[in-house]
Structure formats: C-alpha cells, structure tokens
C-alpha cells in the first residue's frame, strides 16, 4: 500500500536559519504530493503542492520538488521565521480514479513538530 | 467563499455516550473525507463520501462508527457507545467534483477536539 515517512523531530531552529525537512513516499503509479501546515490548535491548510515527475510546488517562500526517481519530496525554506512554527505534514494522493475523477484518501506522514526561535 | 466547517469545535463526552460530529463542505464541494488525528500522530483516513454514497471506508472501525452525507444538510460522524480510545482530534476535508477544479485537492475544516471522560 502507500505509505509516506517523515524524517524524525522535532526541529529546533533559529530565525534565518536553512530549513530542509525530509518526506520519502512508497506508493503505485503516478500520485500527487503535497505538504500541509498545521499551526496550533488549527486545522491543516495545504502548503504546496506537485501532481508529476519533477514538478516544484512553491508557497510563502517554501519549496519542494517532486523527484520520483528518489521517491522524495522534501520541503526547504531559505530563511525561516518565528511565525514558521507549526507541524508539518508531507501527504500524498493516488492518480484520480477514472471513474469519478477525484483522488480517494490522503496518505500522511506521521508530521514534525518545528520551533523557530527568535 | 467559506472554508469547511466543523461543529462543534470541541465535544466532551462520557464512556458510553454518543458523538456526533458535523462538516459542512466548501460551497460546490461534492467530496467529503473524514480523518483522525491521535495525539503525537498524524492523520488517519477513516471514510470518503460523496452525495449520499459512501465510496470508501476503509478506514473506519467496524463497530460503533459511522457516516453519512445526506442530499440536504451536512456530512455526519457518528461515535456511538463512545471509548476513552475514541479521545481525538477528528477532521474533515472536502473536494470539488469533476471538472470544478482540482480535485486531488483536499481543504480541511479547524476539526472537532473530542474528549471522552
């Protein structure tokens, strides 16, 4: 079945500082990929997203790129900020069923847990 | 154009009584999912719904769960004979249907922070 693994947290980091949080997947097909941000007591709101091969998803200055031939996903921020601690969640979504057109459940990893510190 | 709704945002409930947790999709949302998030955990799908169908549930326990999502009015998870176990944090999300965007796309509600005493 599909699967998503998160590197292991939680993250500590000073403000400016180089953010790289790893996300591999194991999954059939061609699945879309994405990462969402939860930020305390809230709700999850995506973050980015990439549906093929190679493809970069891009938001508030975090970036990550769809590499099958690693199976990863890994999210980077060049410069972190206080306001970036939350938990982050790398998730992804089968090909669309052909049927319906919409992808069924979402696959998630287990989530890392940021603080940025001023 | 609201977000998902979720009511109420926190329930507290004792052994042996009833949940039930409401979501109300995006306007021209036809997908609904529901999720469950232990603590220190990520999320756990447990069913997807469309009008009236539940297309998949793998995810649900067998017992004392289930959903729904009506013609009229919003989708339902219903926790029956709840278990301190059932103590969550339980989300929904929702997707358009075919050809009203894009539908690998799931938009989540604040959620609903159960408690079982």
């Known amino acids: 079945g599909n699967s998503v693994t998160q590197m292991e947290g939680p993250v500590t980091l000073s403000e400016e500082a180089f953010l790289t949080i790893n996300c591999t997947y194991t999954a059939t097909g061609y699945p879309s990929l994405f990462w969402y941000v939860q930020y305390p007591g809230e709700g999850l709101q995506l973050l980015l997203k990439a549906t093929k091969a190679d ?4 938001n508030k200055g975090f970036e990550a790129t769809y590499r099958k031939e690693t199976t990863s996903f890994h999210l ?13 969640f790398c998730a992804l979504s089968p090909h ?16 890392i847990t940021l603080s940025v510190r001023p | 154009n609201a977000g998902v709704m979720q009511n109420p945002r926190h329930l507290v409930r004792r052994r042996g009584q009833e949940a039930r947790l409401r979501c109300s999709p995006m306007k021209g949302h ?27 549930e793998s ?3 067998k017992e004392r769960f289930s959903a729904e999502f009506p013609k009229e ?5 219903r926790i029956q004979q709840v278990v301190r176990g059932d103590s969550a944090a339980y989300f929904c999300a929702s997707s358009p249907p075919v050809g009203g965007g894009s539908t690998d796309t799931q938009y989540f509600g604040p959620g609903t922070r159960l408690t079982v005493l």
Do not use: C
Not at chain 2, 31 to 48: A, D, I, S, T
Not at chain 2, 73 to 77: A, E, Q, R, T
């Open chain 2, 59 to 61: 995810g649900m326990p």
């Open chain 1, 96 to 111: 669309p069923n052909s049927h319906t057109g919409a992808n069924s459940k979402l696959t998630f990893g287990k989530g």
């Open chain 2, 30 to 56: 036809s997908h609904v999912y529901w999720y469950r998030q232990l603590p220190e955990e990520g999320l756990k799908f447990m069913v997807y719904l469309q009008k009236e169908n539940i297309i998949d």
């Open chain 1, 55 to 58: 493809d970069k998803g891009s």
């Open chain 1, 76 to 88: 980077e921020k060049g410069s972190v900020q206080v306001s970036d601690s939350a938990v982050y």
């Open chain 2, 73 to 77: 009015g919003p989708s339902i998870l």
